[in-house]
């Protein structure tokens, strides 16, 4: 069974720009949750989508949103990048049944804004 | 508010040498403790999930046990590849999100 999958892997942008990642989960899978992780903060929760709605949302600015398709591909955008926004971008996807949530993660997307 | 403390931050153990790290909780209705190993750059990996106290589950030279306030996981005989950052994460009362700690750093040496 294929696992979780994102890309690009690797990314380097300029202040201000805007940025767009994407997640695969593993088939039947219909949650998928977001998350930064950085050497000061750990992993912290950005937001999560469970059949293309927003179920959960971290302690994070407007500047970041994401979207979660039918198929239950997501994407997350950050837009007017900060260099703050360095980070390694993580999606995990979870079948979110019987009150359980294993979360799978991906490989993430190391982002880097200079 | 749900918290999630692992001990120690680091560890550096010799190969063979046996050992546990620590995850304490403070939450009002545990659904269910998970591990992960995160190797540097990755993902976090998916090790073990806890439901209750008294709970153990074992994978290879890992141990994961459980009780009503911390979990450990026990390390023996640690090799080298076992190096890694490991997680833990607490999922409690009716929310889907679960609190992760941040991490217990181990080397292995050889």
């Known amino acids: 069974k294929a696992g979780v999958t994102q890309t690009p892997r690797y990314l380097i942008k300029t202040r201000g720009q805007q940025v767009t990642l994407s997640c695969s989960p593993i088939s039947g899978h219909r949650s998928v949750s977001w998350y930064q992780q950085t050497p000061g903060q750990g992993l912290q929760f950005l937001f999560e989508y469970f059949s293309e709605t927003q179920r959960n949302k971290g302690n994070f600015p407007g500047r970041f949103s994401g979207r979660q398709f039918s198929n239950s591909r997501s994407e997350m955008n950050v837009s007017t990048l900060e260099l703050g926004d360095s980070a390694l971008y993580l999606c995990?996807?979870?079948?979110?049944?019987?009150?359980?949530?294993?979360?799978?993660f991906g490989p993430g997307t190391r982002l880097t804004v200079t | 508010e749900d918290q999630v403390t692992q001990s120690p931050e680091a560890l550096r153990l010799q190969e063979g040498e046996s050992s546990s790290l620590n995850c304490s909780y403070t939450v009002s209705g545990l659904r269910g403790l998970f591990w992960y190993r995160q190797d540097p750059g990755k993902g976090p990996e998916f090790l073990f999930t806890?439901?209750?106290a008294g709970e153990e589950k074992e994978k290879e030279r890992l141990k994961a046990t459980l009780t009503k306030k911390e979990s450990f996981l026990h390390i023996t005989a640690p090799k080298p590849e076992d190096s890694a950052t490991y997680l833990c994460?607490?999922?409690?009362?009716?929310?889907?999100?679960?609190?992760f700690g941040r991490g217990t750093s181990l080397i292995v040496h050889p």
């Open positions: 806890l439901y209750s």
């Open positions: 995990a996807s979870s079948l979110a049944t019987d009150g359980t949530y294993e979360q799978y």
């Open positions: 994460a607490v999922q409690a009362g009716g929310s889907y999100i679960p609190t």
